[in-house]
């Protein structure tokens, strides 16, 4: 999609250990992890170069394990990601409604319907 952010959201269990991996994480770089918001459960981590945000519940109120399921699998360089899906993105934006969000929703279903009426033509 069209559409460029500055920042890197990574959906991640909320567990003791992947706490300590994301602080670690932040070190490593000469940055600490963060909670920008109270009311949000996340951290942040902020360079020069690029904003993480580590995600452990989305607005969409999905749970981790039924996003990944959905989710796509990506190259990136010589590393395989999973990427959630643009209907969880797009689930995930409408719930938040924040302006940013809502800004990017007319692109994001308009993407999503000609993907899935690409889809049905090739069936």
């Known amino acids: 999609m069209p559409v460029t952010t500055e920042d890197c959201e990574l959906f991640v269990r909320d567990t003791p250990r992947n706490q300590q991996k994301i ?22 981590m902020t360079t020069a170069k690029l904003v993480v945000d580590f995600v452990f519940v989305l607005s969409s109120r999905k749970t981790f394990e039924s996003v ?3 989710a796509a699998r990506v190259k990136v360089g010589n590393q395989t990601i999973k990427v959630a899906s643009l209907e969880d993105i797009v689930a995930a934006k409408e719930a938040a409604g924040r302006p940013k969000d809502l ?18 033509e090739s069936t």
């Open 23 to 44: 602080h670690a994480f932040a070190e490593r770089f000469g940055e600490r992890a963060w909670q920008p918001h109270e009311l949000t459960k996340m951290l942040r």
């Open 103 to 120: 800004a990017v929703l007319p692109m994001l279903r308009n993407t999503l319907r000609t993907r899935r009426a690409m889809e049905k």
């Open 68 to 70: 990944r399921s959905r």
